[in-house]
């Protein structure tokens, strides 16, 4: 993913999935620096992540 896919997510409205690493994660924002701020749904623990290692998935219902 790169970091203007990732800003259209968060400003969207749409429940759309991201992997990382194989697990899914909420976008909370994304940083000048090419990283995002996640919150890992699986551990409830947010982290910063490369956008290039984000994966869109699809979109939830």
Same mark, same amino acid.
């Given at each position: 993913? &790169?970091?203007? @896919?990732? *800003? /259209?997510?968060?400003?969207?409205?749409? !429940?759309?999935? %991201?992997?990382?690493?194989?697990? $899914? %994660?909420?976008?909370? =924002? #994304?940083? &000048? =620096? =090419?990283?995002?701020?996640?919150? @890992?749904? +699986? @551990? *409830? +623990? *947010?982290? /910063?992540? $490369? #956008?290039?290692? !984000? #994966? /869109? +998935?699809?979109?939830? #219902?």
């Amino acid at each position: 993913m &790169d970091s203007i @896919r990732a *800003k /259209e997510i968060i400003s969207s409205g749409k !429940l759309i999935q %991201v992997l990382y690493q194989g697990s $899914p %994660v909420w976008l909370e =924002n #994304v940083k &000048d =620096n =090419n990283t995002a701020e996640v919150t @890992r749904l +699986d @551990r *409830k +623990d *947010k982290i /910063e992540v $490369p #956008v290039y290692l !984000l #994966v /869109e +998935d699809k979109e939830l #219902v």
